[in-house]
């Protein structure tokens, strides 16, 4: 897909306006996202917030985006061709996940099992969300009961299987290959009613695959999560603290901007929107604690976040 292609998808439903439409690379960046006409995507409820709807409200991901909205609309066409009588295609949606901590894999995730979900292309929709301890098991037999467990957990939803490269390491009494072939075997028993999603580090999901080379061909949707920019990141802030009534006065906007900018330069694995979620709720603590010693405060102070609070919190390791 290039990066500033213009998607348009005319479903025969009379949409006044594009359904998708993918802004260019060139743009502004906070311009740079998908943008839906959701009331003429059919299927799509009024009331509450749909899959759709919610994935559109993230910042950044806009190559994410696109290939989900793509997966969504195949699986629209296919009920229609199904209803016209015409042949159709069942797609296998195992899915790799590749990222850095912090870049939305796992909000991602949930997403995906609620846009499943509405699309009828999965029973229930809720995600299972595992990590090698709760997988790989100790004695011969162990490994096979724990992972078992797991996938029934996840039957009619996603499972989500996060750092899945930490499988493959160990050595030849290590469990984490027999872990790797149930859920293989799991994946062929169960193909259409649960989605796999393995997810890591991008360098380290990579070697995994490599290792592993029959599991290429079985995860067909590879989603590659790049770190988020600083303006990005700045957006994010914003975003989580209006979400909680919360807001930054000027002077702290600027040094939240510093203190990010100095913590992207030094990070050695850049942990992104958890970097800035943890410095933005060490903040608010922060402001409590300056609140409460003061004993009297109006509504705005409750609100205002000050350069203070953000230097205080930036001091710790986030």
Do not use: W
């Amino acid at each position: 897909m290039g990066e500033a292609r213009r998607t348009v998808i005319d479903s025969g439903y009379h949409a006044k306006r594009p359904l998708l439409r993918l802004i260019s690379k060139d743009s502004p960046a906070d311009l740079r996202e998908a943008t839906v006409d959701f009331s003429q995507v059919p299927g799509i409820s009024q009331g509450k917030e749909s899959a759709l709807e919610e994935l559109n409200s993230l910042i950044g991901l806009r190559k994410v985006k696109e290939l989900i909205f793509e997966i969504y609309a195949f699986a629209e066409v296919q009920k229609k061709r199904e209803k016209l009588g015409l042949s159709t295609e069942k797609t296998v949606l195992h899915m790799i996940f590749k990222g850095n901590p912090g870049t939305g894999k796992t909000t991602i995730a949930r997403i995906i099992g609620k846009l499943l979900y509405e699309a009828g292309l999965l029973e229930k929709g809720h995600v299972v969300e595992v990590e090698r301890a709760d997988l790989v098991g100790e004695y011969i037999g162990h490994t096979a009961q724990k992972t078992k467990e797991q996938v029934k957990k996840a039957q009619g939803g996603i499972l989500f299987i996060d750092e899945a490269y930490s499988l493959s390491r160990g050595g030849e009494k290590d469990f984490g290959k027999e872990c790797i072939d149930c859920i293989v075997k799991s994946m062929e028993d169960r193909a259409k009613e649960t989605v796999f999603i393995l997810a890591g580090y991008p360098q380290e999901m990579e070697q995994f695959l490599r290792t592993n080379p029959g599991l290429r061909s079985r995860f067909p949707i590879h989603l590659e999560f790049p770190d988020y920019d600083l303006e990005d990141l700045m957006r994010i802030a914003e975003l989580m603290l209006r979400k909680r009534d919360y807001r930054l006065s000027s002077e702290a906007r600027t040094t939240l901007r510093q203190i990010i900018a100095a913590k992207m330069a030094t990070e050695v694995v850049p942990s992104n929107a958890r970097m800035v979620r943890n410095i933005i709720e060490k903040a608010m603590r922060r402001q409590a604690v300056r609140l409460i010693k003061n004993k009297s405060f109006t509504r705005q102070d409750l609100i205002l976040i000050g350069p203070e609070e953000l230097l205080e919190a930036s001091s710790d390791d986030v």
